[in-house]
């Protein structure tokens, strides 16, 4: 029983949304009152910490949907001031392709935001772009989950393993560059193919002609832009660390996909468009607006994320200005929840479309407009948010528990794999980080809670500790493609709440094909290291 307890926490959203095809504020909703139940009888959490981490969760949703509501409120701006129509006409000016604007706005706009925000930011910003470029909006939010992926590894300023890796025996700035170089090289062969997997995914899921064609002929260019992108990640991670690899090696990537769409070099002559929403129709009038002027919103969200980040004393006021951490939740000690309103990328992405208001040269009552057709979307994520994050939290603080011999789940659940499926461990490490992402929805969390574990059984094992904990932070990177809370966010921002089962449904392969190539990858990488 106490096996199916601390397995419900993955069996039950996957039987509610996934084969029942339930709306997640229905789903999740049901899957948190079954869980929660079984955690207080059978795993015996104890009812203040229960009552305690089910707040937590409920805390935690509300700075998501911050996150949300920037990333929204910001798009509606854009759309009010015509910025949008003028960025889709410079992705069309670059190629009318849409796999070559999938790999472009998705991958490596995507890449770019996740190395510099993070926390499901990406999918919420690339999501709504690739819908106004006239993407079905269940293709816009799959391939924005699913291009979301290997630059997870180092997002929000190399945050999954500066804090993820940071409860490790000999962490420190040594371990986390050794990770690091050790996860870019994994890419070599992983990275490199994730953008023709999102051409894959794109032309078979929602092309309306059945048949390779369409998919070889990408081939060539889709693995120039992976292969440029993890090349470069490598060289940076061995220059610089873990920080600034996704920040670079996405704009490296995005220069070279640009440079050679624009000459249409290794491209096929024909540009394809079969995922076309039905009646979409391209705006034939030229904006007045300037290119830069358009882009500029987008601009001041990376540069206003690196100033909060890299800069100590911006860092600092922003961490401290406006907090609404909540501390020692129900006065149960270790349990709480940061919310640094300033900090977050919600109020980066806020801040980015008032600006734009007068950059752009509209009133204020334009950003008020759009906040107003912003708050139903986030409404309705809510529903789904809430019941997720508390099911979370009950089983990330299950180690509150009155039982004396039994752990946290998420420890429990590594231990049960590590004791039976050690010999194999290079291909089992990044599944653990899948599941670590697709409960927490954090590819930190993930690594943060599962990496002291993957550290002791490379130990036991004799494997290099380094390579095991790349592959697990790979593998958590990877379960940003399925983790609940982001395919809310996703389908939240393109339109699609209560068909979160029909996105997971199109993710989960790809999710788990990365963790087969991470563990192709990490042997091979195995026997040179030996």
């Known amino acids: 029983m106490e096996f199916l307890t601390a397995f419900s926490a993955i069996i039950l959203p996957f039987i509610f949304l996934v084969l029942l095809r339930m709306p997640a504020k229905k789903g999740m909703l049901y899957s948190a009152i079954i869980f929660i139940t079984l955690a207080y009888f059978v795993w015996g959490v104890e009812g203040m910490p229960l009552f305690a981490s089910i707040f937590e969760g409920f805390h935690q949703a509300f700075t998501i949907l911050f996150i949300l509501l920037g990333a929204i409120v910001l798009l509606n701006t854009l759309r009010q001031t015509g910025a949008v129509d003028r960025i889709n006409e410079g992705f069309r000016n670059i190629s009318s392709d849409m796999r070559v604007q999938v790999i472009i706005v998705a991958f490596l706009f995507g890449g770019l935001i996740e190395g510099a925000a993070g926390f499901g930011t990406p999918a919420a910003v690339t999501g709504p772009l690739m819908v106004a470029l006239g993407f079905t909006p269940l293709a816009a939010a799959t391939t924005a989950l699913i291009a979301d992926s290997t630059s997870v590894s180092f997002g929000a300023v190399g945050t999954p393993v500066l804090v993820g890796l940071g409860n490790v025996e000999n962490a420190g700035r040594e371990l986390f560059q050794e990770v690091a170089i050790r996860t870019t090289m994994m890419d070599l062969l992983v990275g490199t193919l994730v953008p023709f997997i999102l051409i894959v995914v794109l032309t078979v899921a929602f092309g309306k002609k059945k048949g390779l064609s369409s998919v070889m002929s990408m081939l060539p260019w889709s693995l120039m832009i992976g292969f440029t992108y993890s090349v470069s990640a490598y060289v940076y991670a061995v220059l610089f660390g873990p920080e600034f690899i996704a920040i670079l090696a996405s704009l490296t990537g995005l220069a070279v996909a640009t440079i050679t769409a624009r000459k249409n070099f290794l491209l096929p002559e024909e540009p394809w468009q079969d995922a076309l929403e039905e009646g979409f ?45 909540w501390n020692n939740i129900f006065g149960v000690e270790g349990i709480t929840s940061n919310w640094e309103v300033l900090y977050s990328p919600g109020a980066v992405l806020l801040l980015a479309a008032l600006i734009s208001v007068y950059t752009q040269r509209q009133t204020i009552g334009t950003f008020g407009k759009a906040f107003k057709q912003s708050m139903p979307t986030v409404q309705g994520a809510a529903l789904a948010l809430l019941p997720t994050l508390a099911l979370v939290q009950v089983f990330t603080n299950s180690d509150f528990n009155a039982t004396a011999h039994l752990a946290s789940m998420p420890e429990y659940i590594a231990e049960v794999m590590a004791a039976s499926l050690g010999g194999v461990w290079l291909f089992v490490a990044p599944y653990l980080g899948i599941l670590g992402s697709f409960i927490t929805g954090s590819a930190t969390v993930s690594t943060l809670t599962f990496s002291p574990i993957q550290f002791n059984v490379a130990a036991q094992t004799g494997l290099d500790s380094n390579l095991v904990l790349a592959q697990q932070l790979g593998g958590s990177a990877a379960g940003n493609m399925i983790c609940v809370h982001n395919v809310v966010a996703a389908a ?19 999710a788990l094909l990365y963790g087969l190539l991470l563990g192709i990858a990490g042997s091979i990488l195995y026997l040179f290291i030996m």
């Open 492 to 510: 939240a921002v393109v339109g699609m709440v209560g068909r979160e089962g029909d996105i997971i449904r199109k993710t989960i392969l790809p």
């Open 281 to 325: 129709e391209v705006k034939e009038a030229k904006s007045d607006m300037s290119l830069l002027s358009a882009w500029s919103p987008y601009f001041i969200v990376v540069v206003l994320l690196l100033l909060t980040r890299i800069v100590d004393p911006v860092q600092e006021f922003t961490q401290t200005a406006v907090d609404f951490t």
